[in-house]
T-cell receptor, first 114, second 112 residues
Framework: SQTIHQWPATLVQPVGSPLSLECTVE??????LYWYRQAAGRGLQLLFY??????ISSEVPQNLSASRPQDRQFILSSKKLLLSDSGFYLC?????????????FGPGTRLTVL | KQEVTQIPAALSVPEGENLVLNCSFT??????LQWFRQDPGKGLTSLLL?????REQTSGRLNASLDKSSGRSTLYIAASQPGDSATYLC???????????FGKGITLSVRP
């Protein structure tokens, strides 16, 4: 069966510090991978998606970046965190046709920037 | 630009009540609509997926309907239980870059 892992589960970082969040998927090959941010009152916002290694698209301009060093590994990074980067970060994966393309979410990382 | 709206933002009902959660979307050119459940501090769990050619899907006590032409979906929960307390999110899949557009969710509380 497929599983998705995210770490760390929680993180408290000062403004201006770097960030690295990791997501890995097990039990499937060549998944589509997604990073979302969920902020209070703003709903779920898609940040990045990837349909393969070295194929990453950004949905919104920001000081975050994403990389996919391996087929089932997706990393979200920042060189300098802002207060506005606080939120709940969710990684998700999908595989399949458009009509049946549901997404499976990881447990999330709660990031607090102080 | 696709927008998904869920009203009200929160709902509290007594146990055993049948209830309906509403979702509306602005662009009817969708491939499917999905309902997710999110428990506090957790990730999302897929509940039901309705393809654009379908009118409804059922899973246990849950029934989701889709009226694509009017841009509406409902999630019907029968005989609600305290364990149903969670946030329910609606999302539409437009097919563009495999992107799901989410509503902000409805936080449901079922009182014992």
């Amino acid at each position: 069966s497929q599983t998705i892992h995210q770490w760390p589960a929680t993180l408290v970082q000062p403004v201006g510090s770097p960030l690295s969040l990791e997501c890995t998927v097990e039990g499937t090959s060549n998944p589509n991978l997604y990073w979302y941010r969920q902020a209070a009152g703003r709903g779920l916002q898609l940040l990045f998606y990837s349909i393969g290694i070295d194929q990453i698209s950004s949905e919104v301009p920001q000081n975050l970046s994403a990389s996919r060093p391996q087929d089932r590994q997706f990393i979200l990074s920042s060189k300098k965190l802002l207060l506005s980067d606080s939120g709940f970060y969710l990684c998700a994966w999908s595989v399949g046709t458009v009509l049946t393309d549901t997404q499976y979410f990881g447990p999330g990382t709660r990031l607090t920037v102080l | 630009k696709q927008e998904v709206t869920q009203i009200p933002a929160a709902l509290s009902v007594p146990e055993g009540e049948n209830l309906v959660l509403n979702c509306s979307f602005t662009d009817s050119a969708i491939y499917n609509l999905q309902w997710f459940r999110q428990d506090p501090g957790k990730g999302l769990t897929s509940l039901l997926l309705i393809q654009s050619s379908q009118r409804e899907q059922t899973s246990g006590r849950l029934n989701a309907s889709l009226d694509k032409s009017s841009g509406r979906s409902t999630l019907y929960i029968a005989a609600s239980q305290p364990g149903d307390s969670a946030t329910y999110l609606c999302a539409v899949y437009t097919g563009a870059n495999s992107k799901l557009t989410f509503g902000k969710g409805i936080t449901l509380s079922v009182r014992p």
